[in-house]
């Protein structure tokens, strides 16, 4: 089955306007046999922007990097990145583009300077560019006084760092990086996210990465792709992928003194689709727009003379977008929610 994806508000996203994107995807196809594990995918990835796909194992993430990065040839459709054609300018493409495919795949009997050192020969950067490269990713992903050190002696998160740096070394504009931290201990994995945020900041790299860790998608990306079996089903930036799931907000709220016309009140304000009472005081309020109806609580309760005692707001979660547009959950659910103690109405801020 071919589904259209459903484009969730891109116009709102200021870095899906720039005028040349960075990589282009046209209705791209990759058959192997009478199986389609991409089915004629479009996306465009703006310069500077990170751009995730987020989807199941199998969903065919991998499959679309290895087409975009001149790895395996393309059944049909087309791929730009950088401004050339995958097929008909793979050494153009190659030439501004980085690679870290998912699995690790730095020599273990190799230093951490020796494998940047050989990547950046393959590259032809020429010496003295060389070791000022090396220095500088080095440094870059926190391994300067590791550069001696052999790869087989590093943990999973140094190595991951190594291979970003190797990535790097020949200064790519453009970087693909499979499952980055499939793999990672929590810990190491933020600090993965750190690291590209913070090369994405001071390159102006445009970055694609897949991940099948709703949490990456949420945090490192600016724009996001659902991916399933083999197709886009949304794209959007995080937040209006999460606003596109209808209703699904909860605002729970406990006013000071129990007064039977809250609830009239309370289902009156705009957005709101239910009201239900907890205990004494106490509202959960559905709502299709969490921080409009927070705002209007505020102004409620300070226009009425009451308190708010307590507020808490359920945003849709990541996961709930991927339950939406493909029908299951993704692992790794958790549901995120902000709890905030309002100003009492008429205080100092
Ligand atoms: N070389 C291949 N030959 C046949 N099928 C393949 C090959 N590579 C990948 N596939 C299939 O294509 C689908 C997408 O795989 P892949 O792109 O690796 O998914 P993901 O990276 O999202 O986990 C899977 O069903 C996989 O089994
Ligand atoms: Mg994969």
Known sequence: MKRSPETVDSQRSPTAQAPFPAIKVENIVKRYGTFEAVKGV??????GEIFGLLGPNGAGKSTLIRMMTTLIPVTSGRAIVGGHDVVKEPNEVRNMIGVIPQALTSDQDLTVEENLSIYAKLYSVP???????IAEVLEAVDLTKWRGAQTKTLSGGMRRRLEIARGLVHDPRIFFLDEPTTGLDPVSRIAVWEMLNNLKKRRNLTM???????????????????????SLVALGTPIELKQSVPGSNVVEVQFNREDDGWKSRLMALTDVTDVQSQSAGVYRVLTSNGSR??????????????????????NTSLDDVFVHYTGRQLRDEQVKSVFMMPPRPGAQP
Not at 127 to 133: A, F, G, S, W
Not at 213 to 227: F, S, W
């Open 127 to 133: 010496r003295v560019q060389r070791e000022k490269n």
């Open 42 to 47: 479009n996306f465009e990835v703006a310069e």
């Open 293 to 314: 109806t927070t705002t209007q609580l505020v102004e409620l309760a300070a226009g009425l003379g009451e308190e708010l005692t307590s507020l808490s707001v359920q």
């Open 208 to 230: 694609l990465i897949t991940t099948h860790y709703m949490e990456e998608a949420d945090r490192l990306c600016d724009r996001i792709a659902i991916v399933d079996h083999g």
